[in-house]
């Protein structure tokens, strides 16, 4: 103990001689351990987030959605464009998935319309959701005030909506918005609901575009079709385009992520016959989080190496500061061990 004792005595003294010299060593084990950890640190938070916004998603469903045909695609239809474009999903292809393919647990259909929502003199620009009671599950919407939808609510074609909580900010100021009404195109609403808010998704991997839930406004999916029917027509700088879609889309659940990829193939064989414009589009989450999780592991790969050479490079020049004390210390060094000195 005395030795080692007073190897660290001397050591300390050593250090406190040189105190420049001393600190800039520790300065460089600093920071050279700091930017191994900030990287690392940096690369896994980014990760995170691109896969609780896939998770958030569902690894376990399937996304279907209606796109916009281009002008190719609805010449190859058979047909020349019409001056009402007719296309997406159809109730036909919900009643097909959910009556042909075993493995499904639960499917959601979804009706989406741009319009106005108004209250009196307010106005704000937003989405008609129309849905069923399943949608808050499966796109985990939390409920603030009052209730969600229910499957009595779609039934009876009932004239309620359930806002999100900046509609309910914007439309109803100083006054609590649950049983006020809202209108919706010629028609009056009462509001049973306001959802929280839930932050604008990114669009991921460029086959699922960006969406602000933060200004829609659900409604049953029965009283959707009622009262806005199929045909959306849309008067803008003088010119008038009328499109007609039955459903926006169609989101499928099976039982577990072992089911999932060998449903895909049969979702497709469910569809794609009845659709030769190429006017859907699949989203398979599952998919994009294995891709993410890829792309994450190659990231911190780049980063840690990164990290690694800064830190190499610092414990370089701690060792040519460490030779350049040895160095100087060689005479001293000499003189001991000839008068006696030991090997510590």
């Not at 190897?7 to 084990?29: A, D, E, F, P, Q």
């Not at 609510?153 to 439309?171: I, P, T």
């Not at 414009?277 to 990164?306: H, S």
Request: contains cysteine; positive net charge; charged residues 25%.
């Amino acid at each position: 103990m005395g030795r080692i004792w007073r190897g660290l005595r001397l050591g300390m003294k050593s250090l406190l001689l040189h105190k420049l010299r001393s600190g800039l060593t520790v300065l460089g084990i600093v920071f050279g351990v700091a930017a191994v950890i900030s990287m690392l640190s940096i690369a896994e938070g980014t990760a995170r987030v691109a896969r609780e916004q896939i998770r958030a998603l569902g690894a376990t469903n399937i996304i279907i959605r209606s796109v916009k045909p281009s002008e190719e695609n609805q010449a190859s239809g058979g047909n020349r464009p019409a001056m009402i474009l007719n296309y997406g999903l159809k109730y036909s292809d919900f009643d097909r998935i959910v009556e042909t393919i075993p493995t499904i647990k639960k499917v959601l259909p979804i009706r989406e319309i741009r319009k106005q929502i108004r209250r009196g003199a307010l106005t704000v620009e937003g989405r008609v959701v129309g849905t069923t009671e399943e949608y808050a599950d499966f796109n985990l919407r939390q409920i603030q005030k009052g209730r969600f939808l229910t499957a009595s609510d779609n039934e009876k074609y009932e004239n309620f909506a359930v806002c999100r909580r900046r509609n309910g900010q914007n439309l109803f100021p100083y006054e609590d918005p649950i049983g006020q009404s809202i209108k919706l195109g010629s028609d009056y609403y009462t509001v049973v609901g306001v959802t929280r808010e839930r932050e604008s998704s990114a669009g991921i991997g460029g086959s699922l575009a960006a969406q602000d839930y933060n200004r829609d406004v659900y409604i049953p999916l029965n009283t959707c079709k009622l009262r806005f029917g199929e045909r959306i027509i849309d008067n803008r700088s003088g010119s008038r385009q009328a499109e007609e879609t039955q459903l926006t889309q169609i989101t499928v659940q099976v039982g577990s992520m072992d089911e999932v990829l060998p449903t895909v193939p049969l979702i497709e064989a469910a569809y794609e016959p009845y659709h030769p414009k190429k006017d859907v589009e699949k989203t398979v989450p599952y998919d994009l989080l294995l891709q993410a999780e890829k792309q994450a592991r190659q990231f911190t790969i780049i980063l840690g190496t990164i990290a690694a050479i800064s830190l190499l490079v610092g414990g370089i020049g701690i060792m040519n500061i460490m030779l350049a004390t040895v160095t100087e210390r060689t005479r001293e060094i000499g003189i001991r061990r000839a008068l006696g000195a030991k090997r510590p």
